[in-house]
């Protein structure tokens, strides 16, 4: 089945969608995107994400470029024309414009939108079990990385070293020598008195959306949690480690730079976590009638 783009108000075949070469988006990575995923077609923490939309389009002074009721209806008509069955992301990005190349942001431009959507296929629970091989190394990003801007370039020249590294993600430590998140994921470690820890949304850091439903279990579950920064060294002798994010949801981290974290495999507090979360995923995909909502 072909699969289906919006761009600026039109759905288009995706491999014919394409935006303008001005506009600002590709010229000065001047926008901010989300990535949201579904089950059997529902949206799993719409509000969160439209939310944090809210959030990072008013840090960089951007209007919505349509309301916030019109866009949850384009999503939804996104997944439908993709026929979103089983697991699968919507990515969103919405930058200032098309506009002269000029730094200064131009006056009357509309904000442009485009969505893609993509099937991903069953997650792979024995693989997050498995684990997954970080790498350490400088987080050389701006100063802004809670604002989720399209500026992706230090991201993704860390999560290149880790690719070639053999790793699967990059923990980037900051000027203090503390881990602030993953290149695509947020951090956490359990200490040997069995704290969860991860480290406080502050500006180092994009606050992500299954961190938050993360927190929310961790405290269903009576776990204590510490929010704080930590660095290489707490890491690699924490008793269990692993990263979170919207497509890879909960993965154990099992190996920090040549550091084996605990005995190789996923720990006890990452698992009972790690089951709540695909859980809570089927019971958002269960509560689909078989119509995309
Ligand atoms: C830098 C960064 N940190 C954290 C995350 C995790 O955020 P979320 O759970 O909302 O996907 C992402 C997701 O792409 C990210 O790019």
Known sequence: MSRIAYVNGRYVPHRQ?????ED?????????????????????????????????????????????????????????RNRL???????????????????PFPAGVEPALVMTARPLPPFDVEAARRGVRVIALPDERWKRP??????????????????????YEAWLVDDKGLITEGTASNAWIVTRDGELVTRQADRAILNGITRCALINLAGAHGVRLVERPFDIAEAQNAAEAFLTSTTSWLKAVVRIDDAVIGDGRIGPLSERLL?????????????????VR
């Open 17 to 21: 969608a394409a935006v303008h070469i």
């Open 146 to 167: 809670d604002i989720k801007s399209v500026s992706l370039l230090a991201n993704v020249l860390a999560k290149q070293q880790a690719v070639e590294a053999g790793a």
């Open 85 to 103: 069955s089983g697991l699968g992301a919507i990515y969103l990005q919405i930058t200032r414009g098309v506009a002269p190349r000029n730094h």
């Open 24 to 80: 600002r988006g590709y010229q000065f990575s001047d926008g901010v995107y989300e990535v949201i995923a579904t089950v059997r077609g529902r949206l799993v923490d719409e509000e969160a994400h439209l939310q944090r939309l809210d959030r990072s389009l008013s840090a960089l002074r951007m209007r919505w470029p349509m309301t916030p009721a019109a866009l949850r209806f384009v999503v939804r008509e996104l997944i439908r």
């Open 275 to 291: 089951s709540s979360y695909v859980d809570r995923v089927a019971a958002i995909g269960a509560a689909a009638s078989g119509t």
